[in-house]
C-alpha cells in the first residue's frame, strides 16, 4: 500500500512563497514519476508540475518561472517550492505518484495524498 501525505500548506500573502512537502512510503520511490495537481473550488483537478525518475520535469504554464518541484530519494520525498505566488493560485495542492513517464491528466496517476490547502491572499 503506497501512501503520500503532504504537509506546508498555508495561508500567505502575493507575492510570498511556500514550499510543499509529499512523505511517499510503500513503494520504490526513486522509479517512478511524482506530480503535483491542484483543485480550486468549483473547478477540476489541474495538473501542476511533475518529476519523473529521470529527472525530467513538466510545468503548466501557469506556475512555470514561479514553481520548482524537485525530489530527495534518500528522503522518499517530492517537493514544490512556489514563490511569487498569485490570488489564482489558491488550491488545494494534491501530491501524486505514477508508475507511467510524465502525465499530465490526473488519470495517469494511481495513487494520491490528502491535499495540502494553500491559500493567497491579495
Known amino acids: 500500500q503506497v501512501q503520500l501525505v503532504e504537509s506546508g500548506g498555508g495561508l500567505v500573502q502575493a507575492g510570498g512563497s511556500l514550499r510543499l512537502s509529499c512523505a511517499a512510503s510503500?513503494?520504490?520511490?526513486?522509479?517512478?514519476?511524482m506530480g503535483w495537481f491542484r483543485q480550486a473550488p468549483g473547478k477540476e483537478r489541474e495538473f501542476v508540475a511533475a518529476?519523473?525518475?529521470?529527472?525530467?520535469?513538466n510545468y503548466t504554464d501557469a506556475v512555470k518561472g514561479r514553481f520548482t518541484i524537485s525530489r530527495d530519494n534518500a528522503k522518499n520525498t517530492v517537493y514544490l517550492d512556489m514563490n511569487s505566488l498569485k490570488p489564482e493560485d489558491t488550491a488545494v495542492y494534491y501530491c501524486?505518484?505514477?508508475?507511467?513517464?510524465?502525465?499530465?491528466?490526473?488519470?495517469?496517476?494511481?495513487?494520491w495524498g490528502q491535499g495540502t490547502q494553500v491559500t493567497v491572499s491579495s
Open positions: 510503500g513503494r520504490t520511490f526513486g522509479t517512478y514519476t
Open positions: 518529476l519523473s525518475w529521470r529527472r525530467s520535469t
Open positions: 501524486a505518484s505514477s508508475a507511467l513517464g510524465i502525465g499530465l491528466r490526473p488519470s495517469g496517476y494511481d495513487y
